[in-house]
């Protein structure tokens, strides 16, 4: 081994440029792997710590048995059950106020009669609930004698931000300092005021006391979860009561379907580092004919070349993947740090830190030296087999490559042609199947192609270059070496496919969503409760308010929806109560299945049912099949009329039916959304005044202008969208860096032919100009690869979302096909800038004796 060792070193320090490429094609797969792969976790976890507390749920609560208070230490306990990723120990108390306690007026009764004092740690009363400050700030662990309140019990108890509440206590009145101020609370008359956790014991009398501890857990696996809760169990003992979110819960459903994007992000990112690793060291290997044939001549054995290879993979893949790792964490950083804004601002979603797991170390540090060992091995074994002679011909690179060209042609022909019939089959299974076939068919068959593209485009390009005739030459040498060629375009292929998939996919869910926004909430004015889709969270309003609302003039048409939660075929439901002919005058759905009028007109007779994609996809229903609703005293079956959905629910398991029924089988009657429109010619300040005196009542719901609420949703797309590309970019860039690379040590390992050109006339002007046209070559080809690969893909990422139950429809993402043409074509020239004006500015006889 130390012979290898040794020749392994001397020709990495010989070779720097060509070391340098090599190791760097490494570092980016590495970076793309473990970059990625940090920040989608914390992604995850702030989307899921998010949307448990937008629905003021959390995944188990921790009380004693007997109601009393226990020592904080049993919250450290429960923090080091595996599993448990967040914890929250309070001291919560309710706190029955005295008659007239806030305005001391007999003659009109306090509106908030009972508060609940609750007592934590900031950081973790942020993590796991849903406080938005709107004006000050929020408590920290230092504070003494302050705390945050929501508007509407400082509209309740008449203080402002800066001044003092007054609350009876079982150390008498105590004085807190408003700090910040929330929104106004979703149910009224259950205020809380919050302090730090010392405060509140202090306060209570239960020094180093809790009464409430709540976690969220790490998975929503449901038998990782059943198996964490039995832990809890018998960690905690019988003398604690633990309540569990349920695993139908609608909530869990939700969080399950953004974790599933998630890591479709983080498996592409896999893909991608060792595509950008094999192929790269793959090209590397075949280079370097000429030294494996110069060692098999002085009798170097297959084994020797073997070890050799394995030992140069060995420390470019150590040391690429230690950089690799290094500027993958500082990307993940950076890109978090760069998110974290603009989540906040649209999302209200609190982003941490890079998350690093064990299990991704490994993964990384396996890959990036793994897969560099892989890529060498292979085409070494097939160089090593090749006798002397025909490794030091010009040729030989051919003879490795030569199997591409014939049955591998045919079987990425054949690849193609299934991916096609998939296609046409409809089954999702097929077409996921379908879409590997067919972008390993574009590969398997591009060394074929190679010469009739490459003599296509050089006729184009033999018009730009006609003096110099270089066009030629540089169509002779990718005709002359389709492997290697193929190769190249193969990786230009895989990047903008991606660039156009996502394209597809972005405009794609763009107009659809934007459309049905348009559609769904089309209205003058909206009623909004403080959670959106997760209805079941919201305090509505009696019939009363939409009676009060409609006797308003200048109010044409009032429709509310109502909720209740269902299960069918063991799925969440969210059951939407629509009146149908107030309903289609104020707003509307996007159907997928069946006739709108016929059925919104059947949703008054009998029980009938619209059910929206996913709940079709999930629960697998079809129009005309009898689905069985669980309500609260029975089971009830509803025949379904059509597939359909609105914006707020297209996210969601829905279900919607009359509020006839909803109020005859589930027993609601609340109104938990309103839409309304103005009469024709109503002045339209006059009627916005008037629905807010009607909702002074009412501060759980937002007055919002229909129009101003689009713009608002507009711009929270072209912000998540932005997002988007900024990271379809990052998974791109990457693969066309690794563009560069072949590129570059392609050029490099032609040192002696562009001596030879030198020395028989060509000006450097020429050579510069025949590298260049060989690498615009060699990018028109894979950009037409990509182009064509990244159509089909979204093509059936489309259809596959939207057989999932996304009302989706396809979008030909002119701005992608557009993008994906000017990045191919930039970093193809950019490509060979570098590596052409090194090879025109060498010397005739330096060049001449290269290698």
């Given amino acids: 081994m130390n012979i290898q060792l040794t020749l392994a070193l001397r020709y990495l320090a010989g070779r720097k440029l060509r070391t340098g490429l090599t190791t760097l094609a490494i570092v980016f797969g590495v970076l793309l792997i473990f970059g990625m792969n940090i920040v989608l976790p914390a992604f995850v976890t702030a989307f899921q710590a998010n949307a448990m507390a937008l629905a003021d749920q959390t995944d188990v609560t921790i009380t004693n048995k007997t109601g009393e208070a226990f020592p904080v230490e049993v919250a450290q306990t429960v923090a080091q059950v595996e599993g448990v990723r967040q914890i929250s120990a309070k001291l919560e108390r309710g706190l029955n106020l005295p008659a007239d306690f806030f305005d001391h007026d007999p003659a009109m009764p306090d509106r908030v009669t009972t508060v609940s004092l609750v007592g934590g740690n900031p950081d973790e009363l942020r993590a ?18 302050v705390a945050v309140i929501a508007k509407s019990l400082a509209e309740a108890a008449g203080v402002k931000l800066g001044d003092v509440l007054k609350l009876p206590t079982a150390t008498g009145l105590a004085e807190f300092t408003i700090v910040g101020l929330l929104r106004h609370r979703v149910t009224p008359g259950n205020e809380e005021v919050l302090v730090p956790l010392a405060q509140a014991q202090k306060a209570l009398d239960m020094p180093g006391k809790i009464n409430v501890m ?117 990307f993940g950083l950076l890109a978090l740090t760069a998110f974290a804004s603009i989540m906040q601002q649209f999302l209200n979603i609190s982003v941490g830190s890079p998350v690093v797991s064990v299990s991704l170390l490994v993964a990384s540090v396996a890959l990036g030296v793994g897969v560099t060992l892989v890529a060498g091995l292979l085409p070494a074994r097939a160089a090593s087999r090749v006798t002397p002679l025909e490794a030091l011909r010009p040729g030989m690179a051919e003879a490795i490559f030569k199997p591409l060209t014939t049955l591998s042609f045919w079987a990425g022909v054949v690849g193609i042609v299934l991916a096609m019939a998939a296609l046409l089959s409809g089954s999702s299974a097929f077409i996921s199947l379908g879409s590997v076939l067919f972008v390993a ?33 540089a169509e002779g040498n990718l005709s002359r070496q389709p492997g290697r060629a193929a190769v190249t375009a193969s990786t230009t292929m895989i990047a903008l496919a991606i660039i156009v998939m996502a394209a597809t996919i972005l405009a794609s869910v763009s107009g659809a969503f934007i459309a049905m926004l348009k559609n769904s909430l089309s209205s003058d004015y909206l009623l909004m409760p403080p959670t959106i889709a997760l209805w079941g969270v919201n305090i509505g309003a009696a019939p009363q308010l939409a009676e009060d609302l409609r006797a308003i003039e200048g109010v044409d048409v009032v429709s509310t929806l109502r909720f209740a939660a269902t299960q069918v075929n063991d799925v969440a439901v969210g059951v939407l109560g629509i009146e149908p002919v107030a309903y289609q005058a104020t707003s509307g759905l996007r159907f997928l299945e069946g006739d709108p009028a016929s059925a919104l007109a059947a949703l008054s007779n009998g029980r009938t049912v619209i059910i929206n994609g996913l709940l079709q996809s999930a629960a697998k229903l079809n129009v005309g099949d009898e689905m069985t609703l669980l309500t609260p005293t029975d089971e009830v079956a509803y025949t379904i009329v059509a597939v359909a959905s609105d914006y707020l629910n297209a996210k969601t398991t829905t279900a919607y039916i009359s509020q006839a029924n909803i109020a005859a089988d589930f027993g609601r009657t609340e109104d938990v959304m309103f839409n309304i429109n103005r009469a024709s010619g109503a002045d339209p300040a006059q009627v916005e005044a008037a629905l807010k005196d009607a909702l002074k009542p009412y501060p759980q719901f937002k007055l919002l202008v229909g129009q101003d609420y689009i713009d608002e949703n507009i711009r929270l797309f072209d912000a998540v969208f932005l997002g988007m590309y900024v990271l379809v970019l990052f998974l791109a860039i990457p693969s066309l860096i690794a563009m560069i690379n072949t590129l570059a040590i392609g050029v490099i390992e032609r040192t002696r032919e562009i001596g030879m050109l030198r020395a028989v006339g060509a000006t450097q002007r020429q050579v510069r100009q025949m590298v260049l046209a060989e690498a615009i070559l060699l990018a028109m080809t894979g950009t037409a690869f990509g182009l064509l690969a990244g159509l089909y893909l979204g093509y059936v990422l489309i259809g596959a979302m939207s057989a999932a139950g996304y009302p989706l429809t396809y979008s030909f993402p002119f701005f992608g096909v557009v993008s994906a043409l000017i990045i191919g074509l930039l970093f193809g020239v950019l490509a060979a800038l570098i590596p052409a004006r090194q090879a025109a500015g060498l010397e005739i006889v330096k060049a001449l004796r290269y290698e």
């Fill in 214 to 330: 709540e976690a969220n857990f790490d998975t929503t696996d449901d038998a990782r979860r059943a198996q964490i809760e039995a832990t809890l169990k018998t960690t905690l003992g019988s003398h604690y009561t633990i309540g569990v979110l349920q695993a139908s819960a609608e909530i869990l459903t939700n969080i399950k379907s953004g974790q599933a994007i998630m890591t479709l992000l983080g498996t592409l990112g896999l893909l991608m580092g060792g595509f950008i690793i094999f192929n790269t060291f793959r090209t590397i290997i075949v280079e370097r004919k000429r030294d494996i044939g110069m060692l098999r001549a002085i009798g170097a054995n297959q084994t020797t070349i073997l070890s050799l290879i394995l030992v140069e993979g060995l420390v470019q893949g150590v040391v690429g993947t230690a950089f690799g790792l290094l500027f993958g964490y500082l």
């Fill in 441 to 473: 068919g574009l590969v398997l068959i591009a060394p074929a192609l190679i010469q009739p593209i490459a003599r296509l485009f050089g006729l184009l390009l033999a018009v730009v270059f006609a003096r110099a005739g270089t066009a030629e030459l």
């Fill in 128 to 145: 796991m609930g849903f406080y938005n400050v709107e004006e000050g700030r929020f408590i920290t662990a230092d504070d003494e004698g």
